[in-house]
Structures are given as structure tokens and as C-alpha cells.
């Protein structure tokens, strides 16, 4: 059940390679896909990392170095599907639709949502570490009491890992036998604190503790990525119960904004790692086994570049809000509590006419 | 054709001053979007700012090694009209210069920080509650409005009370108003007979230090900041001008009566009096009169410059450490005007808003330290100023009246001078004029 093997089917260099129990079926359009799902998301990340060193968001999560964990993850949920991210996941949200700009609304701090988690089935940003793998665990166990045929996916670091609440869904997602793919992005850093010295042994090993499977994939490898989630996606719609996938992968840029890797971490790290980078490897395979020429990648590229820029323009345009908004949802219904702090907070003319 | 100005964005979520590290770029560039244009390094990161603008280069603000405050000019870019899209942050902002201000805030990351020069982390620092900030998406104007700073139940308390929480000065963390802050108000104790002095603190160069069992044995604090801008100053004044002091203790009653009478006044609703106030009154009453005092000595000139106005600069403890904003032209304002002023300057330095301006050409300086409930000190002059007046605790000690030893408010006050242009007969008449000024400030003000 434990395998010490790294389920890969793309190496670095871009050739496939065989593994005894995963093989890749998707053809040329479809790797063509992911491969701009991962060039638009890597794209609009920097472009958010731009606008927040302009002063025009107060934060921003990068992602570069785990777009084939996100899009190989994401691509592989089904439309009813319901996906629960953490606070870097923008390529899963790619992948189920949000509007880029929509993701970087609570980045600019205008709002404390961003999108409708129904209309997406993809729910909001979670920032308390680790929390959305009880919230996935528990729809999951809810989607079990409509016999739904839909699977939950949720998304976490190896930094969460560490946390009680994650160990908690794991428990009670074993318990319930509950329709759920934890997908662990273990990106070596949990900002500065290096995986070493969070477990002693491999983070997937944690899953046979618990009672269900867990796999290790190359997190850098798009197709791998792709069909590991789908058959634990297909597993656990077919009552076949929890499955925690560790994409063993490395966070290439900062923490987040406010972070500066250069005082924790060794270059030659990041050097070894740019050489697994997950796009190069997809692209070296399309233009060897499918003859893509330079005109497709270039039109890719371009692509990619509007929709940055398409970003830009709508985040500029983004009005800041009225401070007294936070106070719209905190209960479903108004409380008189929360309704006398926002008329302190109109009297004391911090917020405006609401 | 159109300037847009880079202001100098917060890059780390409450960040206030960031270094010059390196330009990449030279005035008559022309630059893309999102072209590099400087390497800046913050309390937290060092990182490079990308341009928000296509266009040409037409000025640079700042030297490598210059601190910036958040919100001031850093690049002025000469933008095509067609280019209108990204004017975030084209106001009116003054013309900073670099300033060292702020800085030594603890980093306030989500998470730990890491140990300085030391690649592996052995050691979590103490974690930091994230300063109050708000996540301004648009940079400019970082000092409009601020709300004062309390907590729900106190604000409650102070408005039951029919107290303006604006005019409350915040006694707690980072300027944070209480309720102790509130009832003091209440009680109209401006001017508080007895000072305390804190029982413990951690504070210390700008930042809260791990505590004495949980610290490391030995912490290096890089020199940056407000806490290197402290340091230089004291240094180049310390060893660039011989220092002399005078000091003397003075009957305070005529203050205490004053500003018991002046307590609840119409006129000066919401205005905060304290004995500063009158001293600072005092003090720019002494340069009236002895305008030596108001000088400076200009070594490389070789000349001595008397000025005939007064910017007087206030010692402000802040949470980011000692910074001396002045008063410009404090010698034409009266009580009333004096004491808005001085509060403006207390709140602005809290809040970690002073700008760089407010900081610069002091011409002479007052050091209360009478808050921390000592009696007096001797301090180091702000260079390029030729007096600095310390006050200590107005408190009831024992005081000679006639034969008889009675129980009187009184005060210390101190002053060190440089001594290459003001002499000790120039100094001592200047503080016993600041003395009676305090004992009996009704007689100076009708034209003592």
C-alpha cells in the first residue's frame, strides 16, 4: 500500500515514462490545454505580484513552481465536483472558472469574498491554516447523505499539515468512508520552515495511519497530476473513500509578498528545482511527439499577456469599498449586535451612508 | 503628455519606510510596464519594485541608502495621454525628501520571522500581532484621516462619558487609547500630579524583544531606522558639539493654577493642556528674549547662524522609537494654538505618520520627560541646534516659603547647550527665565 515510488509519467526533460499503475490516455489537444492553463496562470500570477509591489494589492500568494499541481488537480474534477482551496490555489480556481479578477479582489482587500462558491463550486480562499479540509470533509459527508454522485477535493500545503484541523478531517473523512481527495501540495517550505522539520517521514505515509490510501506524484508533472486526482476523484464516487495526494512540488518565488526566501533558503535549491520546472517539460513534449510549432506557443504567450493586462485594467478600476461592508455577512440575518457596530461605525465617520 | 508618480508603495502589509538598495534605472529612461525599476529593502524583504507605468524617466527620488517613507515620491514617469489607465497614484504629494524615519518595526508576516545571517532557522522569533494598517490599495495619502485608535468597549465608555475619543491621547500599545486613557480624560487630569513609569517593557529599538527566559542568550538588532537615524544623530552631535547643561528646580503652582483654570473652558474644548504646553510657551518666550539661544554653529562656514524664528522640536516617544518633529514657527502661536500643535504632533507621531518635513530645520528642542516619572535629565542636543530643554515631573515636594518648608508642585528643568557659541552666564539666564515663565506664567504672558 505504501509506495516509496514518486508516480511520474513526464520526466523533466519532457519524455514520458512508464509506471506500473498510471498511464497517461490524454491526446495532443487536450496536453495542449493544460499546457495554457499553466502558461496563463503562471502569467497573471506575475502580474499580481507586479500590482502588488505597485501598491495596488495588499497581498499576493504566488504559485509559480506548482502550476501542474494546481491545473494537472484541477482539470481532472468533474463540473459538479466541489472544490476547497487554501490561499494560493489560483490555478484550481482557473480551472473551474473564477474570472481573474474576481481572484484578486480579496487580495486588494475590496471585498471578503471575491466570487459565488456555488456558481463555481469552488469555495472561497481559506487563509486559517488548514480549516478547509473540515469544511471539504464535512460536504463530502454531506454529499454522501444525498447519495450525490459528486466528489470534494481540498487543497492544502505541507505547512497545514501540521495543523490539528487537517489531522481532524482526516480522521473523520477515514471514519465516514467521506467522497474526498486531500491534495497536499508539499512545496518543501511552510515559509520558512523547510519539510524536514515538520515529519519525519514522507507526508503521504501520514494517509495508511489514518486508514485510506496516499499516493506521492511529481507534483511538477502535469499528467501525472492529472491522473492520479482523477482515479481518486473516480475512487471516491464510487464510495471508494478518502485518498491524500502529496504533489511533491517546490514553491519557486516568496511565501507571499511580504515574504523574502533569500534569508532562509539556498540558491542552489531553487536551482535544482528550475530545472524540474512544470511547463518547460510539457512543452518540450509537445513539440517533439506532436510536432507544435513556436507559432502556437507564441500565440499561447500572447494570450496569456492580454489577459494580464485585462487584469491590470480591471483591478485599477476596482473602487474601494465602503468599510462598513464587513459588516453585511456576518450572520445570515441581521444581529443587533453587529448592526450597533456598524451604526458606531458610521457615527464615528469611518464608513459611509448604509 | 502626462507625469505620473510612483509613490513609494507598502510592500509588506504595514511596512512605513523602506531603503534604497539599488536603481536600475537613470532619468532619460525610457521603461517598460512592469520594467524593474529599483531594489528596495524593507524591515522584512529587499525586493524590486516592477514599473506601473510605460514611459520616460524624468526623475528619481532618493539616493542609494536613503530611507523612504511609504507614500512619498519615488519615480516620476513622463506617460503618452494614451497610457491613462494606470494613474493610481498621480496626487498632489509634496516633494519628500529622504527621510530617516520609522523602521525597527517587528516584521509582521503571517508566521515566524527568521534569524538574521543564518540560513537554516533554529529559532522562531516572537510572534507579532500585525499593526494596525489599512491594506490602502491605492498608495497615496497615507496620512489623511486616521481613526484614533481604541476598542469597542472603550470608545462605548467615552461616548457615555461625552468624551470625544479624538481628543484622548493613547497611553497603550502603538498609541492604542484605553480606558485608563478615558477616565484620565474624564477626571481632566491633563496634567497629572504624579507620573508612572512603566513597570517592565520590552520594547526596546523599535520592536518588542523576546522576554528574559524565552529569548536567545544573545540577540543582534540590525542598526536600521529610526533606531539608525537615532544613532547617527546622537554621534555626530555628541562628538561634533561640546555640550554643557544648566539646570534648576522651580516652584510650578502658578502652571498648575493655570491650567486648573483654563480646564473646561469653551474656548478650548477638545484641546489637551498640559505643563508642555505652558513650557513650550516659556521656551519661545526665552528665544524672544535671549535670541542666542535660538542659534546654531555652522563649523564648516565657520559661522554662527541666529534665527528669529522658532521650530520647536518636541522628543516623541513612538512605538518605532525617539523621533523630534518640530513646531514650525512656534514662537508666533499662543496657549491655545500652542497646545493643538503640540497634540497634532504627539497624535501624527504615533500613529507613525510624521513626515519627513516635520522633521526637519529644528531650531530648538524640548525633552518631556516628566511622563516617565523621573525628574529631570540631561540631554543630547538635535544637531544643528544650539539648546534643549529637558522638563522633568511636576510633583509636590518640599519647598521653602519664608522659614518654612511647605509642600509645593514643583519642577526640574534642565538645559544642555553647545557650548562653542552659548556660554553658561547666556544659558543660566535663559532657564531662569523659562523658570519663572513656569512659577508664575500669568505675569509673563501680560508682558514679562
Known amino acids: 500500500m505504501i509506495s516509496d515510488e514518486l508516480v511520474?509519467?513526464?520526466?523533466?526533460?519532457?519524455?514520458?515514462?512508464?509506471?506500473?499503475?498510471?498511464?497517461?490516455?490524454?491526446?495532443?489537444?487536450?496536453?495542449?490545454?493544460?499546457?495554457?492553463?499553466?502558461?496563463?496562470?503562471?502569467?497573471?500570477?506575475?502580474?499580481?505580484?507586479s500590482l502588488q509591489r505597485q501598491g495596488q494589492l495588499a497581498l499576493w500568494a504566488p504559485l509559480q513552481g506548482q502550476e501542474a499541481a494546481q491545473i494537472g488537480a484541477g482539470r481532472a474534477l468533474a463540473p459538479m465536483d466541489f472544490s476547497f482551496p487554501s490561499y494560493r490555489e489560483h490555478g484550481v480556481a482557473w480551472t473551474r472558472g473564477v474570472p481573474p479578477r474576481d481572484m484578486l479582489r480579496i487580495f486588494r482587500a475590496t471585498t471578503t469574498g471575491g466570487w459565488d462558491p456555488q456558481q463555481y463550486r469552488h469555495s472561497l480562499p481559506m487563509v486559517v491554516l488548514g480549516d478547509q479540509t473540515?469544511?471539504?470533509?464535512?460536504?463530502?459527508m454531506g454529499v454522501?447523505?444525498?447519495?450525490?454522485?459528486?466528489?470534494?477535493?481540498?487543497?492544502?500545503?505541507?505547512?497545514?499539515?501540521?495543523?490539528?484541523?487537517?489531522?481532524?478531517?482526516?480522521?473523520?473523512?477515514?471514519?465516514?468512508?467521506?467522497?474526498?481527495?486531500?491534495?497536499?501540495?508539499?512545496?518543501?517550505?511552510?515559509?520558512?520552515?523547510?519539510t524536514s522539520l515538520q515529519t519525519k517521514i514522507p507526508l503521504y505515509h501520514r494517509a495508511h495511519g489514518f486508514g485510506f490510501p496516499g499516493v506521492r506524484v511529481d507534483g511538477n508533472d502535469v499528467l501525472a497530476m492529472y491522473e492520479v486526482a482523477k482515479r481518486a476523484l473516480d475512487n471516491a464516487r464510487a464510495g471508494g473513500g478518502p485518498t491524500l495526494i502529496e504533489a511533491y512540488t517546490y514553491r519557486m518565488g516568496a511565501h507571499t509578498t511580504s515574504d523574502d526566501p533569500t534569508r532562509y533558503r539556498v540558491d542552489a535549491e531553487v536551482e535544482?528545482?528550475?530545472?524540474?520546472?512544470?511547463?518547460?517539460?510539457?512543452?518540450?513534449?509537445?513539440?517533439?511527439?506532436?510536432?507544435?510549432?513556436?507559432?502556437?506557443?507564441?500565440?499561447?504567450?500572447?494570450?496569456?499577456?492580454?489577459?494580464?493586462?485585462?487584469?491590470?485594467?480591471?483591478?485599477?478600476?476596482m473602487d474601494a469599498p465602503d468599510p462598513t461592508m464587513m459588516f453585511d455577512h456576518v450572520y445570515a440575518e441581521a444581529h443587533p449586535l453587529v448592526e450597533a457596530g456598524r451604526r458606531e461605525m458610521i457615527e464615528l465617520g469611518i464608513g459611509g451612508s448604509h | 503628455m502626462s507625469e505620473s508618480i510612483f509613490l513609494l508603495p507598502d510592500v509588506g502589509e504595514g511596512l512605513v519606510e523602506a531603503e534604497i538598495v539599488a536603481w536600475k534605472v537613470a532619468v532619460g529612461d525610457v521603461v517598460t510596464l512592469n520594467q524593474p525599476l529599483v531594489d528596495i529593502e524593507t524591515a522584512k524583504a529587499t525586493v524590486e519594485l516592477p514599473s506601473p507605468y510605460a514611459g520616460t524617466v524624468t526623475a528619481l527620488h532618493g539616493a542609494v541608502g536613503d530611507v523612504m517613507v511609504v507614500g512619498a515620491p519615488l519615480v516620476v514617469i513622463e506617460t503618452g495621454a494614451?497610457?491613462?489607465?494606470?494613474?493610481?497614484?498621480?496626487?498632489?504629494?509634496?516633494?519628500?525628501?529622504?527621510a530617516s524615519v520609522g523602521a525597527g518595526r517587528t516584521p509582521v508576516?503571517?508566521?515566524?520571522?527568521?534569524?538574521?545571517?543564518?540560513?537554516?532557522?533554529?529559532?522562531?522569533?516572537?510572534?507579532?500581532?500585525?499593526?494596525?494598517?489599512?491594506?490602502?490599495?491605492?498608495?497615496?495619502?497615507?496620512?489623511?484621516?486616521?481613526?484614533?485608535?481604541?476598542t469597542p468597549p472603550v470608545r462605548l465608555y467615552a461616548k457615555q462619558h461625552g468624551v470625544d475619543i479624538n481628543t484622548v491621547t493613547g497611553t497603550g500599545r502603538d498609541g492604542l487609547i484605553t480606558r485608563g486613557d478615558v477616565e484620565r480624560s474624564i477626571a481632566g487630569a491633563s496634567a497629572p500630579a504624579t507620573s508612572r513609569a512603566p513597570e517592565?517593557?520590552?520594547?526596546?529599538?523599535?520592536?518588542?524583544?523576546?522576554?528574559?527566559?524565552?529569548?536567545?542568550?544573545?540577540?543582534r538588532i540590525p542598526v536600521r531606522g529610526v533606531l539608525r537615524s537615532m544613532a547617527d544623530a546622537m554621534v555626530q552631535s555628541a562628538f561634533g558639539a561640546p555640550h554643557a547643561a544648566v539646570w534648576v528646580r522651580v516652584e510650578a503652582t502658578g502652571t498648575v493654577a493655570l491650567l486648573e483654570g483654563l480646564r473646561g473652558r469653551p474656548g478650548l474644548a477638545g484641546v489637551r493642556l498640559s505643563p508642555l504646553t505652558i513650557v513650550a510657551l516659556a521656551v519661545c518666550d526665552a528665544a524672544r528674549h535671549f535670541p542666542g539661544l535660538n542659534s546654531s554653529f555652522d563649523a564648516p562656514a565657520q559661522e554662527v547662524v541666529v534665527?528669529?524664528?522658532?521650530?520647536?522640536?518636541?522628543?516623541?516617544?513612538?512605538?518605532?522609537?525617539?523621533?523630534?518633529?518640530?513646531?514650525?514657527?512656534?514662537?508666533?502661536?499662543?496657549?491655545?494654538?500652542?497646545?493643538?500643535?503640540?497634540?497634532?504632533?504627539?497624535?501624527?507621531?504615533?500613529?507613525?505618520?510624521?513626515?519627513?518635513?516635520?522633521?526637519?530645520?529644528?531650531?530648538?528642542?524640548?525633552?518631556?520627560?516628566?511622563?516617565?516619572?523621573?525628574?529631570?535629565?540631561?540631554?543630547i542636543l538635535p544637531p544643528g541646534t544650539g539648546a534643549i530643554i529637558a522638563v522633568g515631573q511636576v510633583a509636590k515636594r518640599p519647598w521653602v516659603v519664608g522659614d518654612d518648608v511647605v509642600a509645593r508642585p514643583t519642577v526640574d528643568l534642565s538645559m544642555s547647550f553647545d557650548h562653542r557659541q552659548i556660554d553658561g552666564a547666556l544659558a543660566s539666564a535663559a532657564i531662569a527665565h523659562i523658570g519663572r515663565f513656569i512659577t508664575d506664567p500669568a505675569a509673563a504672558i501680560i508682558g514679562g
Open chain 2, 109 to 150: 508576516l503571517v508566521g515566524y520571522g527568521v534569524a538574521e545571517d543564518d540560513a537554516v532557522v533554529t529559532r522562531r522569533r516572537r510572534r507579532v500581532a500585525p499593526v494596525e494598517k489599512a491594506p490602502a490599495p491605492v498608495v497615496a495619502s497615507v496620512t489623511a484621516s486616521r481613526p484614533t485608535r481604541s
Open chain 1, 8 to 49: 511520474q509519467l513526464l520526466t523533466p526533460e519532457g519524455e514520458r515514462i512508464a509506471h506500473p499503475e498510471y498511464a497517461s490516455d490524454l491526446g495532443h489537444e487536450e496536453i495542449l490545454g493544460l499546457y495554457r492553463d499553466m502558461v496563463i496562470v503562471r502569467r497573471l500570477c506575475n502580474e499580481s505580484t
Open chain 2, 82 to 98: 494614451q497610457s491613462a489607465t494606470a494613474s493610481p497614484s498621480t496626487p498632489a504629494a509634496p516633494d519628500a525628501a529622504p
Open chain 1, 134 to 140: 473540515l469544511h471539504a470533509v464535512g460536504y463530502a
Open chain 1, 272 to 317: 535544482v528545482w528550475r530545472h524540474r520546472d512544470p511547463i518547460e517539460r510539457v512543452k518540450a513534449l509537445l513539440a517533439r511527439e506532436y510536432g507544435v510549432h513556436k507559432a502556437t506557443f507564441d500565440e499561447v504567450a500572447a494570450e496569456a499577456e492580454q489577459l494580464a493586462l485585462q487584469l491590470r485594467e480591471d483591478v485599477l478600476a
Open chain 2, 307 to 379: 534665527r528669529r524664528r522658532v521650530n520647536l522640536g518636541i522628543a516623541a516617544n513612538t512605538p518605532r522609537g525617539l523621533i523630534v518633529p518640530n513646531i514650525k514657527g512656534a514662537d508666533t502661536l499662543d496657549l491655545r494654538a500652542m497646545a493643538v500643535a503640540i497634540n497634532e504632533l504627539v497624535d501624527v507621531a504615533r500613529a507613525g505618520t510624521t513626515t519627513p518635513e516635520a522633521m526637519l530645520h529644528t531650531t530648538l528642542s524640548i525633552t518631556n520627560v516628566g511622563p516617565f516619572a523621573v525628574d529631570g535629565a540631561v540631554p
Open chain 1, 144 to 194: 454522501q447523505r444525498d447519495g450525490a454522485d459528486e466528489a470534494v477535493m481540498t487543497f492544502f500545503g505541507d505547512g497545514a499539515s501540521s495543523q490539528g484541523d487537517v489531522l481532524e478531517s482526516f480522521v473523520w473523512a477515514a471514519s465516514f468512508n467521506a467522497p474526498v481527495v486531500f491534495v497536499l501540495q508539499n512545496n518543501q517550505w511552510a515559509i520558512s520552515e523547510p
Open chain 2, 200 to 219: 517592565t517593557t520590552t520594547r526596546f529599538v523599535g520592536r518588542e524583544l523576546e522576554s528574559w527566559s524565552t529569548g536567545p542568550l544573545e540577540e
